[in-house]
């Protein structure tokens, strides 16, 4: 099992981390397409090879072929627009937040799945991309569409994990170098 494989290679200093992958999971509430789709959302990005290499596998197998392609497409255009949306946010101009976008985001009004679980999906890359717009627009679609807290709060601890596994994992394969 990639998760066990996963949690076997991370050191142990890390051992937080191995019963948190665990955790949420092994563990989690969340429906498996919910679940899975989150786990390679996320897996894609937190840019770690290794950590994509063995989620990957077991997302594909827990997801129909839909889901699987929403979920990766989650990861693609929330790549693109949490770096948009970031800046424009940060910029101390604000009249770029007058300009239209002209980006191409087509997936996000028809990505093939239940659109709550693409804009969780999209919610939960937003976390490890850090931008507070897209999280705050994402979170209240979320809500409005009756997701407790308590299940937009899994999302973001998938997330912050597996960001976590592949960062400790990457620094641990540089330093063997």
Known sequence: MAL???KNALPDY???LKL???SVIGNSDLPAQQLWGTVLATAIASRSAIVLRELEPEAKANLTPEAYTAAKSAAAVMAMNNVFY???HLLSDHEYGTLRAGLRMNVIGNPGVDKVDFELWSFAVSAINGCGMCLDSHEQVLRKAGLEREVIQEAFKIASVIQAVGVTLDAEAVLAE
């Open 4 to 6: 066990d494989s996963l």
């Open 14 to 16: 890390a051992k937080d």
């Open 20 to 22: 948190n992958l665990g």
């Open 86 to 88: 970031r800046t424009r």
